[in-house]
């Protein structure tokens, strides 16, 4: 049986598309949600032909209001969406929205955590020098790109880079995994408390 999948993006969305175009398993992605009227995942999502919706997240600026929470939640579990992946959704959920679909609820972050989590994690691996740096699909938890990992992958960092071209590398990899770690969850092969090897 298909197992539906909502992505939820506030930029780019090459992650939503990695997730579209990927071998996901049973898993099928049967929606987009932003919090941003401009992402570009939206232009994506029309191109794709999966169906996307703006959602109002509050008047916060890097989390949602509790009743917005509620209310995406309402929405996501109204369309019988069984996982949801969040792909550069720029807020932490924390509240009914994560407790509706914990252990659930999957992010993908570019790097190796629990080394440099939060915003531009490719430019502190860089600035820090670090010789092998990554990607980390992991559960969400409530913190900061903080949660039970499910799959990483390393990429090495070379003399001639500067910040953009390891990100570029990163984000390469981000769009091999994410699809990986869905299927493998779907599989039962990742649990939130329990990853099976
Ligand atoms: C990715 O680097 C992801 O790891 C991070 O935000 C970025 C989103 O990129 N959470 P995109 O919108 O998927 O292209």
């Known amino acids: 049986m298909e197992t539906r999948i909502a992505v939820l993006a506030s930029g780019a ?10 071998d996901t398993g049973s898993g099928k992605v049967d929606i987009l949600l932003t919090d941003n009227e401009n992402a570009g995942a939206l232009k994506l999502a029309a191109e794709l032909g999966v169906e996307s919706k703006y959602l109002y997240p509050g008047k916060y600026r890097t989390r949602f209001g509790v009743r917005e929470e509620e209310l995406w939640a309402e ?12 792909a ?3 807020r932490i959920i924390k509240g009914p929205l994560l ?18 989590p939060g915003l531009d ?10 010789k092998i740096a990554g990607c980390t699909v992991h559960y969400v938890d409530g913190g900061t790109d903080t949660g039970p990992i499910i799959l990483q992958e390393s990429v090495p960092v070379f003399e001639s880079d500067q910040r953009d071209s390891l990100a570029a590398r990163i984000l390469m990899k ?9 299927k493998a969850h779907l599989e039962g092969r990742a ?3 329990r990853i099976v090897r």
């Open 191 to 193: 649990v939130y408390s």
């Open 13 to 22: 969305g090459s992650n939503f598309k990695a997730l579209v175009t990927g």
């Open 174 to 182: 981000e769009h091999e995994i994410y699809s990986k770690a869905v």
């Open 88 to 90: 550069g959704l720029m």
């Open 121 to 130: 994690a490719q430019g502190q691996a860089f600035e820090y020098g670090v």
């Open 99 to 116: 407790d509706a679909f914990k252990g659930r609820m999957m992010n993908i972050h570019p790097s190796l955590l629990p080394a440099f």
């Open 75 to 86: 929405y996501l579990l109204g369309r019988g969406v069984q996982l949801v992946c969040l």
